[in-house]
Every structure is written in C-alpha cells, then in structure tokens.
C-alpha cells in the first residue's frame, strides 16, 4: 500500500503489539474446545448499557453523532493472519443449535444460532458487541460485529433486534473476552427489524414475535420510513413486502410493481445499483395509459442513474433512451445523455477536461465525474510478478497511458477514514499501518453491487479464500473479508493530496482496479497524478507495444528505507538495476548521501530559488558536487539519481545550471 503516512514505533512498542497479538493467539487455543458457561446476564448488560451510556453522553457534549471519532493519541491495533472462511451454506440447511451448545475457539460447521439483541449497541472503532439471548433467559452472550458492522449504512446490530448467526464463531475477542464474533457481512441475518429503539428491553423472547404484515402494510412502514429518510429500514420492509406477496401467490400485480419502484428508489440513494436496476426494470408495467408510461418512465430513468454510477453507460444510454420514448423532453436526462457522450469520448479517445476535474473536486467530494481511458494498456503474465499491464500500442513520451477512476476512495477527512496497526503472524508477526477504513468501504460496496466482486478478486492478495468468483447463498455475496484484506493490503494507494487534519491515523487511500496490476521497478516507465479520485497515468519516455508498464512504488532515495517498506508492505524484495547498483555501495556512502541529500533539502526550505544571489547558488552546486561524489560514475551510468532531484530543480529554478 502506498500511501503518504508514517508511524515511527520504538522497538519498546513494536514488542508490546506483538506479545499481546501472540499471547492472544495462545489463549484462544488454550480454551479451543471449552464448553460455553453461563455468566451473570445482569452485569454484562449492565456493562454495555453504561458504555453505550457513556458514548451517547460524550457524542453529545462534543456535538458529534454516529460512531467514535479518531483518537489523536492512540491507533487501534489487532491481529491478522488467522483466516477462516465465511460460511457458504444455506440457511435451510443449516441445524438450530442452542446457544448453551456452542465451545470455544470453534467453528459451528452446519448449525446456525437464533439470538435476541437484549441490550442496546456498543460502538468501538473496530467493532461493534451486544448482549444477546438464546432460547433461555438466563442464556446470554456477547455478540460482537468486526470492523464490517454496517448494513445500508446503518449499524446491523442496532438495525435489528434478532438474529441468525450462519455457522457461529465463538472466541476470545481483543480484549480477551469471549464473545460469538462475526467477521463476514454474510455470516449473520437479521431475522426481526428493529422499529422500536427500545425492542432490546423486552427479555421475553414470546414479545419480540412481530406480528404478520400484509404486502400492503410493509409497503405503507417503508414508505415511513423512507420519508424519515431511515433508508436501511425501507429497504428491508419493502423486501419483506416483496417476500409476503410471493408467500401469498404474488399478489396484485400494481402493488408489486409499486414497490419495486419504491425499493428501487431506496436501493439508488443506498448505492446498490445492482438491485436499483432490477428493481426498476421489474416494476414495469408496459400499460398504455398515461399513469402507467409515467411510472415506466420514472423506473427507466433509476436504471439509468444506477447504470450511469456503475460506469455501465451504453446501458444508462439505453434505458434513458427507453425513458424519452415514454415521457419526452426531461432536461435532467438530456443532461445525463450529454453527459454519457463526454464519458464515452473519454473512454475511446482519452479526451479530458483536467482542468474542469480539479474545479469540481469540492463539489464532488474528490470524486469527479469521468469514465476510464484504458484501452492502450491490456493485463497478461508478466516475468516479474504474477499478472502485470502492458502497452496495447506504442506510446510516446509524456502521453497518457490510462486514466482510472478509483473502484473506492476514502479521504482523510471523511468520517471513514481509520487506520489501524496491524500485526500479521503469517509474516514473523510484521506490524503495518493499514487503512481499515478503506477496507470497510470496499467491502460494503461489494456487498451492495455483487457485479463488482470478481474484478476485485482477480487482484493480488496473499490469501485465496474463496478463490476469484462471486458466491451468493441466501440471496445475498459472499464476501471473505479476510480475501478483501489481504487485497487491499497488497493493492491500495495513496490519494493524493493530503487533508490538514490527515496523519496516520486516517489516511487518505483508494483501490484502482487497473493500476493495481502494474507491477513495481524504481527505474520505471510511467508517473501518476491524481485529479482527486482520478488518475492518470504517464509516459516518462517512449514505451513500445508490448513492453510491460511499470511504476515505482517507493520513491524515496534512502534504498534501505525503500527496501524494508517494500518488503514489508508489498512483500517482494526489488532486483532492478538501480537496486542492484545501491546495494553496491558501503552503508558508510549511502548514510553519507543521505545526510547531504538532507542538507539539500534543508537549504531549498530555507532559500528562495527565485532572484538568489552567486552565493546561495555556489553553495547550491557545491552540495550538487558533494551528492555527485557519493555515485559511481560506471555503476549508475544512465540510471536516476534521486538524491539529486531536489538540488536539481532548485539550480534550473535559480536560472542559474
């Protein structure tokens, strides 16, 4: 992961992260096979009452909402590296078991659990528990959610009140509790809503039973709560309208195409795009009166936007075309046609308007409307490493090679923004910064557009999971989040420029799909810009077809700092020629070089390049002169030398080379 944060840990530190991971791993298989014992239900409820408490007092003193707020003293830090699958079975198949059943550190293969939220949630920045019951009362047991908690941007154990935990995990969490713990999206269900915020106070699990809905009903409770804009809450009445008039033979045909259309709606403001288009095209009537064309026309144009947000645009082309026939002379898809024209200009010709990119990005959120320009590159084997870009033609030097929309972004200033320390024991317990934050986007977008799954599993990752095609069970993806992290791990980017309030702890980093097969060289032939989530990829001299397109991932000039940060974030250890050329040199040249280059760069701070007299420029070539000496002229002949980079441009800036 390339990004622009840096965490500096004594060794102190570093040892302290990684005795508790390990001593952590060692008590959970100290207690594997443990049966599950009772605990005092009143005090663990008492516990996360006091903590939800304590967090809704806080968010209202300082003004906040929603979940925790990075700390600016301390980063959240856990383990990586003990994978499991998620569960791949079908609900009906699966055995009930009882949650007194369950054993430590276990795998519950076949069974599913049925439990009741009876307290309110718990948020953490890394997880989020709950106390839950079994089919007794004085059966009760944390629940806990990791790191990918929400549903329809809403927090799934606060969305409902009951639950169905596909083959359950039991374990010991962080902090060395024990807990049922989820880690896949697709492990639990939510089998009763929660309408009423106080549900988890009914301990009888005889209260909880809601009573049975009509279709009709449902669609009136999601169109409540679409207009309380509660949007997770719609989504799942109008599925449940949906489910009822197929229990009941289907029902009228208007109330089902009637909330379809709804749900469409709400599955568009909920960015699932592949569901907003089924939805829409579902609910099409094909009636000749005006009402109906009007309704058709409403739903053509949701598939429109849905297919527009996808990048899918000859199909946003076709069903804003199909909405035109119906009820002609909308400006706003005339708008959305003109616009498809610019974004396929740009897809065939890589015609941009850059300068029109970077003006929206405040409008845009950094995300500016575009299409991606790659069909000068295409993916095969490459003989450096695994699958690499290559050039479909030649490209000359300074030409754009690709522009690519990040798949997803987060900015540092963006409540999702979360970096965490991670200690992976797959690899001698190597600690990295890792942007979890990117890691939750990414994952809930999978699991709102399951088109978008394979493409992202076909990238690099050190963890096959599920292997590279799409799993649905239950009508829902398959996501092995651990697959996911493993991803973005080895793929993800720095964004950019950097927010103020930005350090490590809430780093701006995005996934771009094409630009992630671009395998690694320091003498590479190809720089990348960032017009916020766009980038756009250089020629930095003239590539022939054919030839593999490379970038360097690391450009410091420090080689053992470049080193150890692609070897510990990317894995590999690189052999290119200037690799080979600074392995060469003596640590006593390369420490020497180092300090100059700092001193350069010290005096470039300090001293403007314009109008500078004889003085400052002689000093300015003496330190060019002093960095020169530290390179073999025969070994880095025709190689970059980047501890001369600065000073360069400072020297040519002062007219004075």
Not at 301 to 312: M, Q, S, V
């Amino acid at each position: 992961m390339a990004t622009n944060a840096t965490i500096f840990m004594t060794p102190e530190e570093s040892d302290r992260v990684q005795t508790r991971v390990q001593d952590l791993i060692q008590k959970r298989r100290d207690q594997k096979g443990q049966k599950w014992e009772p605990c005092d239900s009143i005090s663990l409820i008492q516990e996360a009452t006091s903590a939800s408490l304590l967090q809704d007092l806080s968010f209202a003193a300082l003004g906040l909402g929603g979940a925790p707020k990075k700390s600016q003293d301390t980063i959240v830090a856990y383990g990586v590296g003990v994978p499991y699958l998620p569960s791949t079975a079908k609900l009906q198949d699966l055995v009930v078991m009882k949650l007194g059943d369950i054993c430590m550190e276990t795998h519950h293969r076949g069974c599913v659990l049925s439990l009741r939220r009876v307290s309110p949630v718990v948020e953490m920045k890394s997880s989020s528990w709950a106390v839950v019951q079994g089919n007794l009362q004085n059966e009760v047991e944390r629940l806990e959610v990791f790191l990918h908690r929400s549903q329809n941007e809403r927090n799934i154990l606060d969305l409902g009140f009951e639950f169905l935990i596909k083959e359950p995990y039991y374990t010991l969490n962080n902090q060395g509790q024990r807990t049922i713990r989820i880690d896949h999206p697709s492990d639990i269900f939510i089998s009763a809503h929660n309408d009423d915020p106080e549900s988890w106070r009914r301990r009888d699990r005889s209260e909880g039973l809601q009573k049975h809905c009509t279709a009709a009903e449902c669609k009136d409770l999601g169109n409540t709560a679409l207009y309380d804009k509660d949007y997770a809450l719609a989504q799942a009445h109008y599925t449940e309208g949906l489910r009822v008039l197929m229990a009941e033979g289907d029902g009228p045909n208007s109330l089902k195409h009637d909330i379809y259309r709804n749900r469409s709606h709400v599955n568009l403001i909920l960015e699932r795009h592949d569901e907003a288009i089924a939805d829409a095209l579902t609910s099409l009537t094909r009636g000749e009166d005006e009402s109906e064309k009007s309704l058709d026309a409403k739903a053509y144009f949701r598939a429109g936007t849905a297919a527009y947000r996808l990048g899918n645009f000859g199909d946003a082309k076709d069903y804003f075309n199909e909405q035109l026939k119906l009820v002609p002379g909308s400006r706003l898809t005339s708008t959305y046609l003109e616009k498809i024209e610019m974004r396929e200009r740009e897809m065939s010709d890589g015609l941009y308007d850059f300068e029109k990119a970077l003006r929206s990005l405040p409008k845009t959120k950094g995300r500016p409307d575009a299409a991606d320009f790659i069909r000068r590159t295409k993916v095969k084997s490459s003989p450096v490493s695994g699958q690499g870009l290559f050039a479909a033609d030649d490209i000359e030097a300074n030409d754009v090679i690709m522009c690519e929309k990040a798949f997803c972004v987060v900015w540092g200033n963006e409540d999702k923004a979360f970096s965490a320390l991670t200690c992976d024991v797959r690899d001698d317990a190597a600690i990295r910064v890792f942007p979890a934050g990117l890691h939750q986007a990414v994952v809930q977008k999978l699991m709102k557009n399951p088109s978008q799954i394979e493409k992202v599993l076909d990238l690099f990752g050190d963890y096959e999971g599920l292997g590279k095609k799409l799993h649905e069970r239950d009508g829902i993806p398959v996501v092995d989040t651990f697959q996911i992290h493993d991803i973005v791990q080895r793929n993800a980017f720095g964004a950019g420029q950097r927010p103020e309030d930005e350090d490590y702890r809430n780093a701006s980093t995005g996934l771009w799909i094409r630009a992630s097969y671009i395998n690694h060289s320091c003498i590479g032939n190809a720089k990348k810009e960032l017009f916020g989530d766009l980038m756009v990829l250089r020629a930095t001299r003239k590539i022939l077809a054919g030839e593999e397109i490379m970038h360097s991932y690391d450009e410091t000039s420090d080689y053992d700092a470049r080193s150890k940060a692609l070897h510990l974030t990317w894995g590999f250890h690189c052999s290119c020629r200037l690799c080979i050329a600074e392995a060469q040199d003596s640590p006593a040249v390369r420490k020497k070089r180092l300090m100059l280059e700092n001193d350069a760069k010290i005096f470039i701070e300090n001293t403007k390049a314009t109008g500078a007299g004889i003085i400052a420029v002689n000093r300015a070539k003496r330190l060019r002169r002093s960095i020169e000496e530290t390179f073999n002229e025969k070994r880095y002949k025709n190689l970059p030398r980047r501890a001369l980079l600065g000073i360069e441009q400072w020297i040519q800036a002062a007219g004075r080379g």
